[in-house]
């Protein structure tokens, strides 16, 4: 599931708002240690794509 959720993120990474909302989904399926791993990841992303740094408040 975590993979998936990397895959379906990246999709939707040109556009906040989706990306918003599939990161709020993913952390309502996504197990414990997972959600970690994906905190991880997100900030990666959003290094590289500022716009997306609106939806951390999700990962708070």
């Known amino acids: 599931m975590f993979d998936y959720t990397k895959a379906v993120l ?3 990474s040109f556009d906040a708002n989706l990306f ?3 990161l ?4 309502r399926r996504l197990l414990p240690h997972e959600i ?6 997100v900030n990666q ?3 590289e794509k500022p716009q ?3 939806c951390l408040i999700y990962l708070k």
């Open 52 to 54: 997306l740094n609106q």
């Open 10 to 12: 990246s999709k939707v």
């Open 20 to 22: 918003c909302k599939e």
């Open 45 to 47: 992303l959003i290094a």
């Open 36 to 41: 970690e791993e994906l905190r991880i990841w």
């Open 24 to 27: 709020e989904k993913a952390l």
